[in-house]
């Protein structure tokens, strides 16, 4: 094990990578921790895993998975949290906007005491229109959603412990619900301004369309923060307000019916009282079996969501990993 592993995924960053490696090094050498640095080739199609199997075979320090395909960077910073190391685990873009030189400011942070130190973009260097507003107001969604009050979480640059690192299990575009996932373990976590600078080489991956899954992958994780554990009380609550109003429809008629001699077969309201009464009757099953889904997903295999071709190391470089 060694001190300090560095995760980078990687999608096509052919032109920023070898500067990217020159940079990361000078920080890390002068830190004086032992550390690794994994980068994640997430299925790139330009020279990127030429160029990282150039660096490996020049630093024993460096270790490079290649995915079959291209993931997405939550499935690759999943592979890199895996198989990572280090007692404190730095993520961060390969796409040289996050500045290597604030890693010693996060180290510092969690030898303070905190678990999970997060870097915040305070003047970001991207266009307005479509990254600077769709993230400001994700943001504001994430934070009033998770009630996890940050500036920035899609700010890939962050620092945490091992235990952290351990514990989290992400897909979908999750990775940037680490700090939502993680105070969801009772983790201390700070935030810290960080250097944001322009792109200068290749083409940003991000666009307007994230945004919308980003929205939906909110609700997923709202769901699981607030149910995973317990879904019958998410389905059983709607359930049981529904079958309640239906009960109550239901009640009314068959009281108008017997004591006052109202005919109710032609009237729309009693088939609103029994739809009521089975949607309610519907959702109270779906959360008992919800519930039995959250025990099998407990106490399953665990299974990744990702699949390496082979693992680039000093002591191993072309061994196949299965899967």
């Known amino acids: 094990m060694v001190e300090l592993s560095v995760i980078l995924p990687v999608f096509n960053e052919?032109?920023?990578?070898?500067?990217?490696?020159?940079?990361?090094?000078?920080?890390?050498?002068?830190?004086d921790r032992s550390y690794e640095i994994l980068f994640?080739?997430?299925?790139?199609?330009?020279?990127?895993?030429?160029?990282?199997k150039?660096?490996?075979?020049?630093?024993?320090?460096?270790?490079?998975?290649?995915?079959?395909?291209?993931?997405?960077?939550?499935?690759?910073?999943?592979?890199?949290?895996?198989?990572?190391?280090?007692?404190?685990?730095?993520?961060m873009d390969a796409d040289r906007q996050n500045d290597p030189a604030d890693i010693p400011a996060l180290l510092a942070a969690i030898d303070q005491?905190?678990?999970?130190?997060c870097g915040w973009r305070h003047e970001r260097k991207d266009g307005f229109w479509l990254r600077l507003l769709p993230s400001r107001i994700a943001n504001y969604l994430i934070s009033i959603t998770t009630e996890v009050k940050l500036h920035d979480y899609g700010c890939t640059l962050k620092a945490m412990r091992r235990d952290v690192a351990d514990n989290l299990r992400l897909y979908g575009e999750m990775h940037r619900f680490i700090p939502a996932i993680a105070n969801w373990y009772g983790v201390q976590m700070s935030e810290i301004k960080v250097n944001h600078r322009p792109r200068t080489a290749g083409v940003s991956k991000y666009g307007i369309s994230r945004t919308f899954r980003v929205l939906l992958d909110l609700l997923t994780v709202?769901?699981?923060?607030?149910?995973?554990?317990?879904?019958?009380?998410?389905?059983?609550?709607?359930?049981?307000?529904l079958s309640f109003a239906g009960s109550l429809i239901l009640g009314w008629l068959a009281f108008e019916r017997i004591f006052l001699g109202v005919p109710v077969g032609d009237r729309p309201l009693i088939f609103l009282?029994?739809?009521?009464?089975?949607?309610?009757?519907?959702?109270?099953?779906?959360?008992l079996f919800a519930e039995l889904q959250a025990r099998t997903y407990h106490e399953s295999q665990d299974k990744q969501i990702y699949e390496i071709r082979r693992v680039y190391r000093a002591d191993e470089p072309n061994k196949p990993t299965v899967s």
């Open 273 to 287: 009282g029994i739809l009521l009464l089975l949607a309610g009757l519907q959702f109270i099953s779906v959360g």
């Open 113 to 117: 005491g905190d678990d999970l130190v």
């Open 54 to 91: 150039e660096i490996q075979a020049a630093d024993p320090r460096v270790s490079v998975l290649e995915f079959r395909r291209n993931f997405g960077q939550t499935a690759a910073l999943a592979a890199g949290l895996r198989s990572s190391t280090g007692e404190v685990v730095v993520t």
């Open 14 to 31: 052919q032109d920023n990578l070898v500067s990217l490696y020159g940079e990361l090094v000078s920080v890390l050498d002068s830190l």
């Open 40 to 52: 994640i080739d997430d299925g790139s199609h330009d020279q990127s895993l030429k160029h990282l």
């Open 222 to 241: 709202k769901f699981l923060l607030g149910y995973s554990h317990r879904p019958i009380q998410f389905f059983g609550s709607i359930g049981l307000a």
